[in-house]
């Protein structure tokens, strides 16, 4: 945790301290997932669009459990702005509860996505492949929950090192066993796209596994009160779901929703899935490490607003919209200056028809993908912002409305209006535009400020926080 005193309240330098190991961490999640789609691109297209396909369908069956989840980072930064440690451990306990709830339900919505993947008409050789990899993923969808729990925690109190240094035993992990496994190194059989699901979950083991010795160490288990923890606490696992249940619908409907662009894409024809699934592996490269910017800023607005100082909950959310900013000005040269190169990196070992037709429009859509970059750390920002300050809500109806009226806009270009994939493309980007203004204009009227998601009482002069 920030030493209190060491940096300027709510200033550039508290949110890099706080932002920089979650930016790492998250940019180790996305190249894991990066090397699974290269790996196994050199096997094919259509194992790459397979694992596209089926990793994003595995998420949408957990993301609205983690989004609830994730939520704990914004109420735990509460209760340590308000002088509650023993309130902080408490709510680890209702997200693991939560978590072990979760679980049986992901499994017994597993031929939900079935029915999706029959509904939209992939060819026979991709849903086979793509059936392999979700079916693996999905019964180790536990790892994921748990890690999200103490991930969380860590986020919430500000020690985002044990984060960053956890999520890069774990990328280490994942990539060096799937490629031992993908290809049949060292003697072992070759795997494939199985082999790459495995790795996926062996490596979330090892990261998991840093994080709880983190949690359970003596120093924090004093700090923080952990003996006193372990036990459902009612009114906490409602706060939990009450504030927790917009960003959880959110996640849910988005990944729906950008899921199905994806399909949508994969539907179309295989050359507009390759050069989806190329333009959507690199999205990642340039939207997820933003999220890190986005939980820094829940983060410190959660503790600042809980420490009753809007003010400085306003200037950490400027002080993480100047770090997104830089992030999103390097990778926006990188996107238009080097669109061929980005592309070549999915070049299979082998000729393949598919991606050669592909690579022009896969080079048009990454340079294109430039433009938005500009408002994502517009976007992250402002979403931390609310949801750090429990003005989760407006930021699901937003969202949401944003994410579908993008995927309706696209399937009617595509299927009904006979336009282009490029057409489609651009017509994205630009709703995205509007989520951006409107995401600004919400944060200048100031309504996320009036939002109590603590109880305060105040004692003495020195006004101390008492949250029951």
Known sequence: MIE??????????????????IVVSQSCDTLMVVTDRFFLSKLGAVQMNAVMAGGLSSYLMICFFTGIIGFSTALIGQYLGAKRKDMCSKTVTQSFIFALLAY?????????????????????????????????LVYGSIISLLRAVIYSYFSGIGRTRIIMTSTVVSMVVNISVNYVIIFGRLGLPAMGIEGAAYGTLIGGVSGLAMLLWAYFKKENRDEFHLGTSFRLVPKIFK???HFGSPPGFEQLLNVLAFNSI????????????????ITFSW?????????????????????????????????SAMSGLKIGAMFSAFVFVLFVLFPAELVDVFS???????FEQARPLAMFMIQVAAIYVTVEAVVVAFVGVLRGAGDTFFAMI?????????????YLILNQFDGSPKTAWMVSVGTFFLMGIILYLRFRSGKWKEIEMVDHEAEGSKKEMLVP
Not at 4 to 20: D, H
Not at 104 to 131: H, N, T, W
Not at 348 to 354: G, I, L, R, S
């Open 104 to 136: 049986p339900i992901i499994l017994l919505m597993r031929p939900l996505a079935y029915l999706l993947f029959d509904f939209l008409g992939l060819s026979a050789e991709q849903m086979s492949y793509q059936k392999v990899y979700f079916d693996i």
């Open 239 to 241: 706060k939990l779901m």
């Open 262 to 277: 994806v399909l949508i894409f994969q539907a179309h024809s295989d050359v507009s899935a390759a050069a989806a699934s």
């Open 398 to 410: 937003l969202s949401t409305t944003m994410h579908w009226a993008m995927a309706i806009a696209i």
């Open 283 to 315: 999205d990642m490269v340039s939207f997820v490490p933003l999220i890190g910017v986005q939980i820094a800023v829940t983060s410190l607005v959660g503790r600042y607003m809980g420490a009753l100082r809007p003010d400085l909950a306003e200037k």
């Open 348 to 354: 299979p070992q082998e000729y393949d028809p598919v």
């Open 4 to 21: 209190e005193g060491k940096y300027k309240q709510g200033g550039f330098k508290e949110m890099l301290v706080i932002a920089v190991p």
